[in-house]
């Protein structure tokens, strides 16, 4: 009994303590954006960039003034790298107050924080998830992601490469572990012949780890027809694959997107050449675009080094597009925010021109900037987008 | 001549699994632990490596090397020592454990972000002769794995603790009784794994230049499919072993059409479920493993 009555104070003193928060948020206390994203474990490194990118995004509105004249905080909560966690990652933000969530650069390791803020009624964003599912049609309404979404991604490398630098012939190189490769080859391949190129041969592996590419090399050296190679690989295996093939005396310009993005990962190939990718903005402080130079350095100047990625670009473009939302709508309401965001026609944002429909959460034509490198160093070419993106399913 | 390219990279592939597979059955062999902290070892080394990258390669090698000894010996001590007469699965267990820990401590202070590294620059070189272009750290692999296999059956047939190695791995029981210290034999036969694992260490940072905390995952994978083959508890049948799985996977690799090319992993642990079934000994059966009725 004496526990059954224990057990009801607590529980009214809980009830008090929330209303009283709830109330506390009401007076002029900032409007807190919370981050349910991987601080730890194996995703870690994704999503790091975004928050840091968030957080001088945060420092910058609140700079001018806030949004509708509050200022914005951010709390975090980690989800350990584990998709599961993300709903108590989600529910720990939401009990700080956010009004805002931002989750994982990724469908699978962002979705479930993301139903749980939806859930709760709050705009979510991913960083930079490429999935077109990230959005209405796979979260719920509230759900967005500032990635370009992949099909346009593939896209934008076909038309460069066909258009610009006029190959014709392709090796495609894919590893079949992750949603991300498969979507961004397939689509790669299906706007290909459409340009009328030609694919003259393909390999695919299937790892998540470090290991050794001898045969992928070997395959792909005796294949003397193309013109280059397209690789559908990231960071954790791509520079392996590289090194042993460059390493095998084959030169063949190599074509890579987004997740090949940085140069940390360079030293596994010294002075690599004939290596292009495209990128949200160049990290070198390089970019012809000289908002996205300015971001680098201010970016430096707060967190004490440059981003290792663009991918930070897209945490602080979400908070761009919400507190622009916000402001239009006069208010902090959800719904109300959405339907602003759902207006956006080529925003001026830092990722780029961006735009939202009620149906579609994700861009499709948004430029990317190219870049090669040559002797180890990258360089911007151009800033380019595609013409036309092979249909989306979801 | 594309016959004697895959050769090449079939006995530089072969040759680095035979390393990996000959510490994990030297350790099985005398204590009957299956390491599957094996491979984490060698991520350590890996990691020692990067870390001194900036020193002239030498150091750098050596360095690694020492670190994967050093943990091996470590490991050994704290986690293994005191479960010595542990039932195997409860070995099997507390391997799990020390590769989790492992793997958590570098992710801890190194972060989960693959690093690029390059240790020894005239490693990527390669040699091109006709239409065959062999890269220098496939002769180098070939090599080491041919040099640390002589020199292990040497250290084996010939000194006094490798005798005593083998009577272990033949009956610890019996062995201790005549007077082989035994505490001595595991602590050179850890030391020896992590000698082997810090070898491959050398060769899988030499292909891929890039350290991850789970690098070392797959190889112990691909180890243990080659002890299996091999037949678990025979050094000899470790190597065979080894060599088997990387000739295969080369082979697969080379020949496969694409549709079936991403299952070119499951084909391999078809293999090993076909040995389990109608030769569960391996490739070369173990008289000191079969059960005495």
């Known amino acids: 009994m004496k526990f059954l ?15 009283f928060s709830s109330k506390a948020q009401a007076n002029d206390d900032p409007i807190v954006i919370g981050a349910a994203i991987a601080l730890s474990g194996f995703v870690a490194p994704y999503d790091d960039g975004p928050l840091k990118g968030l957080q001088l995004a945060v420092a910058d509105i609140n700079a001018k003034g806030g949004v509708l004249g509050r200022k914005l905080s951010v709390v975090t909560a980690d989800t350990k790298s584990d998709p599961a966690q993300g709903t108590n990652a989600a529910i720990e933000v939401l009990e700080q107050g956010a009004e805002m969530v931002m989750v994982t650069c990724d469908f699978d390791f962002g979705a479930a924080a993301a139903l749980q803020a939806t859930a ?20 719920g309404p509230l759900a967005y992601t500032m ?4 099909p346009a991604q593939a896209a934008t490398l076909a038309e460069w490469a066909y258009k610009e630098k006029g190959w014709r012939k392709v090796y495609v190189q894919m590893n079949s572990m992750v949603e991300y490769f498969k979507s961004l080859c397939s689509n790669f391949k299906i706007r290909w012949e459409e340009l009328g190129g030609e694919i003259v041969g393909e390999d695919v592996y299937n790892f998540t780890e470090v290991k050794s590419f001898e045969g992928q090399a070997t395959r792909m050296k005796q294949n003397t027809e193309k013109d280059f190679v397209f690789m559908c690989a990231a960071t954790f295996d791509g520079p392996s694959l590289i090194k042993q093939v460059r390493n095998a005396g084959e030169n063949t310009p190599i074509l890579a997107s987004e997740s090949m993005d940085g140069n940390f990962w360079l030293e596994a190939v010294p002075n690599l050449s004939e290596f292009y990718l495209s990128v949200y903005g160049s990290m070198f402080g390089n970019d012809p675009n000289p908002q996205i130079n300015d971001y680098v350095a201010k970016y430096t100047e707060m967190h004490g080094q440059a981003p290792f990625t663009a991918h930070s670009m897209t945490g602080y473009s979400l908070m ?4 622009l939302a916000a402001e239009r709508a006069g208010s902090f309401d959800s719904d109300a925010i959405r339907q602003e965001l759902d207006k956006f026609i080529n925003e001026d944002l830092l990722v780029g021109p961006t735009s939202y429909t009620p149906e579609l959460h994700i861009n499709l034509y948004r430029g990317m900037q190219i870049m090669e490198v040559q002797n180890g160093k990258h360089a911007p070419i151009t ?3 595609a013409e036309k993106v092979p249909p989306i399913t979801f | ?10 006995l530089s592939v072969g040759g680095l699994y035979a390393l990996a597979a000959l510490g994990i059955g030297l350790i099985f062999g005398i204590m009957r632990l299956v390491n599957f902290a094996h491979g984490d070892l060698l991520m350590m080394g890996c990691y020692a490596m990067f870390m001194l990258a900036a020193a002239i390669w030498p ?37 799990f454990a020390v590769s989790f820990f492992l793997q958590n401590f570098v992710l801890m202070i190194m972060g989960g972000r693959a690093l690029g590294v390059d240790i020894v620059p005239a490693l990527n070189q390669h040699i091109v002769w006709d239409s065959l272009s062999i890269s220098v750290l496939n002769l180098f692999t070939i090599a080491l794995s041919v040099i640390l296999m002589g020199g292990l059956s040497l250290f084996l047939a010939r000194t006094r603790i490798g005798i ?18 035994v505490n001595l034999v595991v602590a050179t036969a850890f030391a020896i794994s992590g000698l082997l694992a810090g070898a491959a260490a050398i060769v899988v940072l030499g292909k891929t230049g890039l350290v991850l905390p789970t690098m070392g995952l797959r190889l112990t994978l691909v180890a243990f499919v080659a002890v299996i083959v091999g037949g678990m508890g025979s050094l000899t049948g470790a190597v065979i072993g080894g060599y088997a799985v990387g000739i295969l996977e080369v082979v697969l690799g080379g020949l496969l059409p694409l549709v079936i090319l991403p299952y070119r992993e499951a084909l391999i642990f078809t293999v090993v479920l076909l040995f389990l079934l109608f030769r569960p000994g391996g490739i070369i059966r173990v008289a000191a493993l079969k059960e005495r009725v």
Do not use: N
């Open chain 2, 1 to 10: 001549m594309i016959f004697l390219q895959y050769a090449i990279d079939a």
């Open chain 1, 320 to 323: 761009e597009a919400w507190a």
């Open chain 1, 120 to 139: 709760a009624g709050k705009v979510t964003f991913s960083s930079c998830a490429g999935d077109p599912k990230f959005g209405v049609q796979g979260i």
């Open chain 1, 383 to 385: 800033r380019y987008t």
């Open chain 2, 164 to 181: 005593h190695m083998r009577a272990a791995s033949e009956d610890v029981r019996m062995a201790r009784m005549l007077g082989v210290r």
């Open chain 2, 59 to 95: 150091v750098t090698i050596l360095g690694g090397v020492v670190i994967a000894i050093l943990v091996a010996v470590i490991t050994e001590c704290i986690a293994f020592r005191p479960l010595r007469s542990a039932d195997p699965t409860i070995l099997l267990a507390a391997s």
């Open chain 1, 147 to 150: 990635s370009l979404g992949t």
């Open chain 1, 5 to 19: 009555m224990s057990l009801m104070i607590g529980f009214t003193l809980a009830l008090c303590a929330a209303g």
